[in-house]
Nanobody, 124 residues
Framework: QVQLVESGGGLVQAGGSLRLSCAASGGTFSSYAMGWFRQVPGKEREFVAGINRSGGNTRYADSLKGRFTISRDNAKNTVYLQMNSLKPEDTAVYRC?????????????????WGQGTQVTVSS
């Protein structure tokens, strides 16, 4: 019952930064745990970051810890992904996801709702 729309992707040089946004509608945003994933052609979808309903608990892929930050503003029905020190290997389609799970998402958890994605391209 929730719709998700990502924005903020684009072309950036290596070492630069981007902030992705995911706007939710059609549901009670504060009742959803949120996550970010990325995917490139020929590879499996990769977990990036997750955040619980209130925003007080987060987790990250080990390789991205320290460069990426997930946050949410429940008053604006939006979750963000701040991406710093970008590398060419970060190039991918980034998608946000939502689920009514109570707590932080477990490893391998299958989110129920997905956005269409936004393209991030990092040039060298």
């Amino acid at each position: 019952q929730v719709q998700l729309v990502e924005s903020g992707g684009g072309l950036v040089q290596a070492g630069g930064s981007l902030r992705l946004s995911c706007a939710a509608s059609g549901g009670t945003f504060s009742s959803y745990a949120m996550g970010w994933f990325r995917q490139v052609p020929g590879k499996e979808r990769e977990f990036v970051a997750g955040i619980n309903r209130s925003g007080g608990n987060t987790r990250y892929a080990d390789s991205l810890k320290g460069r990426f930050t997930i946050s949410r503003d429940n008053a604006k029905n939006t979750v963000y992904l701040q991406m710093n020190s970008l590398k060419p290997e970060d190039t991918a389609v980034y998608r946000c996801a939502a689920d009514r799970i109570l707590g932080i998402v477990p490893v391998g958890y299958q989110y129920e709702y997905w956005g269409q994605g936004t393209q991030v391209t990092v040039s060298s």
